[in-house]
Nanobody, 124 residues
């Protein structure tokens, strides 16, 4: 049974940093593109960042480009999101997702597996 468990969320002041982790089990993570999405209250779940199977290819939403860094460790079955220079508008629930190679990683509905999310709150 596929399972993704996010951790690392919390309350941080604007300008601060957080590192989110996503622990994967129940499937071979190395065969999937991994990504982070976020969902603010009352809004849809939006793409944040994605990373290819080997970790050499990454894509970011314009809103986080230069501030967030996605990485993965296939040996540890884990994906990470380093978030720097956080802003109040980054406040959201953050979700880790896994998508097979044929899907469009920017589209939420095409993902195969999701975690339960971790909440990030950035105070001004």
């Amino acid at each position: 049974q596929a399972q993704l468990v996010e951790s690392g969320g919390g309350l941080v002041r604007a300008g601060g940093s957080l590192r989110l982790s996503c622990a994967v089990s129940g499937f071979t993570m190395a065969n999937y593109v991994m990504a982070w999405f976020r969902q603010a209250p009352g809004r849809q779940r939006d793409f944040i960042a994605a990373i290819g199977w080997s970790g050499t290819g990454t894509e970011y939403a314009e809103s986080v480009q230069g501030r967030f860094t996605i990485s993965r460790d296939n040996a540890k079955n884990s994906v990470y999101l380093q978030m720097n220079s956080l802003k109040p508008e980054d406040t959201a629930d953050y979700y880790c997702g896994a998508i097979s190679g044929s899907g469009n990683f920017r589209i939420m509905d095409e993902y195969n597996f999701w975690g339960q999310g971790t909440r990030v709150t950035v105070s001004s």
